[in-house]
């Protein structure tokens, strides 16, 4: 039985790095405009819909055709503001897959390799991808993940994990393989009503990682490879790199 699934695309008007961020031009149109387009080349999902805060995004969304809806200010992270995406929709979905609006090259076999892992069964998914350069395997910024047989999420952190005993630190990234996570969530409908429903733990707040409250609360995250690599823009630094890639094509 097939599952229908709902993606949502969470857009905040404010950041305090790169304020209006969705709507930044990146040659000739905006990041989340590209975000989106992206989106609904997905061969998996049934709807794709623009989540946001500000009356300037929605607006803009539906000029260029997309749909979106009006969401808190208030929401602590994108989880929380797929969540009520989700519940304002009059369509039934199975699961919803958390798309980051900061994200323009975003490939659609992304999506659809992330949705191959719901069955039903699976809770929460997300996909990883192998680290390539010591400036990943190092940089805080980068989330590394450590997985079971079963392809299951052990633990997140900052920090990079496992920690290679008796193995010199400049040769710690060819002698294991270890991963990043790639920020895309998926979650089982009745599971993400579930954890906007959980108080910040512990371990969450330590790294700043939401993911660690789930996996505190006893909920399982499954794991996926991919091979493509990914480009967040956060920073002006980012968007002047994102506009020289579209340069190129």
Request: aromatic share 10%; net charge negative.
């Amino acid at each position: 039985m097939s599952k229908r699934i709902l993606g949502v695309i969470p857009a905040r008007y404010a950041s305090s790095r790169l304020p209006g961020k969705p709507l930044v031009d990146l040659g000739g149109h905006s990041m989340i405009e590209r975000v989106y387009k992206q989106a609904v080349l997905s061969k998996t999902l049934a709807k794709v819909v623009v989540a946001t805060d500000h009356q300037l995004i929605f607006e803009h969304v539906k000029s260029f055709g997309g749909h979106v809806c009006m969401t808190s200010e208030n929401h602590p992270s994108g989880t929380d503001r797929c969540y009520e995406a989700f519940a304002l929709e009059r369509e039934s979905f199975d699961y919803i897959i958390n798309i980051q609006g900061d994200e323009p090259f975003i490939e659609p076999s992304q999506i659809d390799l992330l949705a191959a892992q719901l069955d039903g069964h699976t809770q929460l998914a997300t996909l990883i991808k192998k680290i390539d350069t010591e400036d990943q395997l190092y940089s805080i910024g980068e989330v590394k993940v450590t997985f079971n047989r079963n392809f299951e999420a052990l633990y997140f952190s900052r920090a990079v994990i496992p920690y290679l005993h008796k193995v010199e630190q400049k040769d710690w990234l060819t002698s294991y393989a270890f991963y990043k996570h790639v920020g895309m969530y998926a979650y089982r409908a009745d599971v993400l009503k579930a954890i906007t429903e959980l108080k910040l733990s512990a371990l969450e707040q330590a790294e700043s990682l939401e993911q660690l409250r789930w996996m505190e609360n006893g909920f399982t995250v499954k794991v996926a490879v991919t091979d493509v690599e990914t480009m967040c823009v956060d920073t002006p630094e980012d968007l002047e790199k994102a506009r020289r890639i579209i340069g190129q094509f």
